[in-house]
């Protein structure tokens, strides 16, 4: 996450979070990055006051561009390997294992087996998940993409969201909120590219009727904070 003196950004992946944290790196000098991808909850005491920024995405776009960008990745993430059997399975089988990961204790356990005991806090790229933590989805009826969210955010009622679909226009509102907002940025954050996207057609082509409703069954609470649903058009630029 990073902490800046008006603000604190917590970075969900797959949410615009890159193109947030470069902007926040580029007009914040004295921003502080503590871990990576880092839950709220652990988020030192001194900066509890602060505003929190986040991100949010459609979960169907979610999922594929999730699996789009980690399938083509070749490090080992211990959450996509263990749900895509180190990468041999398709999206179809992999978006299943993760929207069904609560239900699955076998698969569960595995995947457990390669994540850490605790955070490390002497490298700057930390996993954002431990063993303990990951043990909680058992039996929660969550998809992976909610589960995370809730660990990335709670306490969210106060968090103020970007939604990927509507990425610049909420991150001007959130800058002009928090009263930072000057012409420089203004102009940036309408003007800079996206970073870190991924390369698919509208998320609906990769989805079954019978896999998009296991989303909307999994995903049920976030999708209707946020309202949500599954189209059949053209969609946003990815981020």
Known sequence: MLVTEHFVFTHLPRTGGTFIADLIKRFFPSVREVGYHLPR???PKEYAHLPVLGGVRNPWDFYISWYKHQISQAGNSPLFCGVSDNRKLDFVETTRNALDLCLSEGSLDCLIQNLPDDFDYQKKHVPNVTKNIMRRIQGSGLGLYSFRFNLMFEPSED???????????DLLTFFERVRVLNNPLRDAVLNVEKK????????SAYYSPELAELVSLRERALIERFRYKFERRRAVDDA
């Open 41 to 43: 909850m652990m988020l």
């Open 159 to 169: 968090v103020f969201f970007c939604r990927v679909e509507s990425l610049r226009t």
């Open 196 to 203: 870190n996207v991924s390369d698919h057609d509208h998320y």
